[in-house]
C-alpha cells in the first residue's frame, strides 16, 4: 500500500485517505492487470500502477467527483504510460545525438552505444540537464539562444550544456561498469 500523504502537497482528510484506499484495493489488480498485458515487466507495471495512484491522491477532489473514478484511473495510467514512451523516444534521439556528436569530437562513443535509454529519464541526470542536452542536440538550438531563454550569459550556457555532457558521459561510464 502505498504512502498517503506523500509525494502531495497537503494530507489528505480522513475520508480522502478512506475514498483513495478503496480504489486503491477495488482497482489495483485491474490496473496492473492492463500494465502487464501491455508487455510491461511486472516491476515496471507495478511502478506505473504505484504512480497512477500518486496522481490520484494529488488530484483527489477530482477523482472523488468523477461518476466513473476506475475509468479516471485507466486514463491516468495511460496517460503515464505514453508520457514514459515518448521521453524513451527523446532518449534515443538523445542518444543519437550524442553519439554523432562524439564521433565528430573524435571522442568515444563506447558509453553511448549501449546504453538503455531508460538511464536518461529514470533520474540518472536531471530534468534539468535533460532539457537542456535535448534543445541543444535533438532540437538544434544554440547555446546563445538557450543562454536567452535562460537569461543567462552566453558563456554560462555553453559550461552548462558542457557540464550536462560531462554528467551523462560520467553516468554512461558508470552504468558500463555495472
Known amino acids: 500500500m502505498i504512502d498517503m500523504n506523500k509525494g502531495n502537497d497537503r494530507k489528505l482528510n480522513t475520508q480522502e485517505q478512506a475514498f483513495v484506499q478503496s480504489l486503491y484495493f477495488s482497482h ?3 490496473l496492473l492487470n492492463y500494465a502487464r498485458r501491455l508487455g510491461f515487466a511486472d516491476e515496471v507495471a507495478e511502478d506505473y500502477v504505484q504512480e ?4 490520484a491522491m494529488q488530484r483527489v477532489e477530482v477523482v472523488m467527483e468523477c461518476r466513473d473514478p476506475r ?3 485507466f486514463k491516468i495510467l495511460k496517460n503515464r504510460i505514453g508520457y514514459n514512451l515518448r521521453q524513451m523516444r527523446v532518449a534515443k534521439m538523445l542518444l543519437k545525438k550524442l553519439q554523432d556528436h562524439n564521433a565528430g569530437t573524435h571522442a ?3 558509453y553511448t552505444q549501449e546504453l538503455d535509454p531508460k538511464t536518461l529519464y529514470l533520474g540518472a541526470i536531471s530534468k534539468d540537464e535533460l532539457e537542456l542536452l535535448i534543445q541543444f542536440y535533438q532540437e538544434g538550438r544554440s547555446s546563445k539562444e538557450i543562454a536567452a531563454d535562460l537569461g543567462i550569459n552566453f558563456e554560462a550556457c555553453k559550461k552548462r550544456v558542457l557540464r550536462a ?7 554512461l561510464r558508470e552504468s558500463d561498469q555495472s
Open 71 to 73: 475509468s479516471y484511473l
Open 165 to 171: 555532457r560531462e554528467h551523462l558521459n560520467q553516468v
Open 28 to 30: 489495483f489488480k485491474a
Open 108 to 110: 568515444s562513443n563506447e
Open 52 to 55: 497512477t495512484f500518486l496522481i
